[in-house]
């Protein structure tokens, strides 16, 4: 029976041999292209002019076995040793008869500290370009902050200096301390890890991330690595580098809220100087009492003016000054209301004299007299002779009382308009009942 042609064929009845699973293996391993792989080189043996190595990764518990056949570990020996950072051009290759997987090496090249820094120069641009470094994104410092996070090596000179530092300075300054590996593969991802824990802690309002000096790629490297720089830049609470020396630029130092050029200058940044502000606040009461104390007597000099003036010498003139105006005001406003008073007076009394001389009873007075004639609608007064009949009964109203008469004859309109003119030219007399007499007569 034939063997099945794919392993999707393969069934309980059906099964490959091993040795042709392990050559199927082989063939679909050994189809990959070369790469190019980055790691740590832990172990370097040459035998019979191969080259036995261990390829380690920088940061993670990962290895292969690595070989360099004869043609390749000849320009190996001299140029790579354990403990080397290199880079590899690499094929998988299994064994069939173990199934032992490793990698054949067909280059390998130290990776140089130029190498490196040209790779973390490429990293900062490409995060520059990002925005990562903008100084809009960067956080200011807590003018004293209760407690500080800090982050250092393992009993480091850095983590004494910075505590030492910030005590001096301010010795009721409290820390919150994580101690992780500053140098070395793992060294960005413990870092990054204690980060966050201060990050979560509510408690801790600015983080320190301190290392001493020491060599360039044990400085720079660990703390220019992205995955370190972008949970920097992710942090909610302002992070502070200080790394190495003042020479010493790792990418750390571009996206942190605040640079340190060393350990020891971090405690500047971190707290205020005790002593100094005792002495700023002994200084300002200093110049604040001598301030009141100039307040005080420029206040005095002005009430010693103000009670030498003659007012205040001698308060009662301002008294007896203000009484005679006072005084005099008061007669003057006496004097105003009787000059008020008899101007009123006299106008009320030409005001009655004219309202009298205007009154129907002045004319009656004078002689004149109002003559009725008795209508539909009771008595009305009689302005027309013509309106009157011979017989009519009239009332006749005088200065004092009235009369009934009965009209004997009426005369013309024109005649009773040449009487009125005679009697203007006469002497003016009232209509007295003996005129009316007389006229009746005639």
Request: avoid cysteine; charged fraction near 25%.
């Amino acid at each position: 029976m034939s063997e099945p042609a794919q392993a999707q064929d393969t069934s309980a009845e059906t099964p490959w041999p091993l040795s042709t699973y392990s050559g199927k293996l082989k063939a679909h391993i050994e189809a990959a292209p070369p790469t190019w792989v980055e790691g740590q080189l832990v172990e370097f043996n040459l035998r019979n002019g191969n080259a036995w190595m261990t390829l380690r990764d920088l940061e993670q518990e990962v290895s292969f076995s690595t070989v360099a056949w004869r043609n390749v570990a000849g320009s190996l020996n001299g140029t790579v040793q354990p403990g080397s950072r290199v880079v590899a051009l690499v094929r998988p290759n299994l064994y069939e008869k173990s199934g032992r997987l490793s990698l054949v090496a067909h280059q390998m090249k130290p990776v140089g500290l130029g190498d490196l820094l040209a790779r973390i120069e490429q990293l900062k641009q490409r995060l520059a370009a990002e925005g990562l470094f903008r100084a809009d994104r960067k956080q200011p410092l807590p003018v004293l902050p209760g407690r500080i996070g800090l982050i250092t090596g393992r009993n480091s000179d850095a983590k004494k200096d910075i505590l030492r530092n910030t005590h001096a300075r301010w010795a009721a300054a409290q820390f919150e301390i994580r101690e992780v590996a500053t140098q070395g593969p793992s060294a960005p991802q413990e870092v990054a890890a204690a980060l966050a824990q201060l990050d979560a802690d509510p408690a801790v309002e600015v983080i320190v991330i301190a290392r001493g000096g020491g060599a360039l790629e044990e400085v720079v490297l660990p703390f220019s690595d992205e995955r370190l720089i972008r949970a920097v830049a992710a942090a909610q609470t302002p992070v502070v580098s200080a790394i190495g020396h003042e020479a010493d630029r790792p990418l750390l130092d571009e996206v942190a809220d605040m640079r340190a050029s060393t350990p020891t200058g971090a405690a500047k940044l971190l707290v205020l100087d005790e002593a100094q502000e005792r002495e700023a606040l002994t200084n300002a009461r200093a110049r604040m009492s001598a301030g009141v104390e100039r307040v005080i007597g420029r206040e005095s000099e002005w009430l010693a003016t103000l009670r030498s003036r003659p007012v205040l010498a001698q308060p009662q003139d301002m008294i007896t000054g203000r009484a005679q105006e006072l005084m005099m005001l008061r007669r003057r406003s006496l004097f105003g209301m009787e000059t008020a008073v008899r101007r009123g007076t006299d106008w009320i009394t030409q005001t009655r004299a004219r309202v009298r001389s205007l009154s129907p009873q002045s004319t009656l007075d004078r002689g004149y007299a109002v003559v009725q004639t008795r209508g539909a609608a009771g008595w009305d007064v009689l302005r027309d002779a013509g309106t009157v009949s011979p017989g009519d009964e009239l009332s006749v109203m005088v200065a004092s009382g009235e009369l009934t008469a009965r009209a004997e004859q009426i005369y013309p309109e024109d005649r009773t308009a040449a009487h009125a003119a005679t009697s203007a030219q006469a002497e003016p007399a009232a209509t007295t009942p003996d005129t009316q007499n007389r006229e009746a007569a005639r």
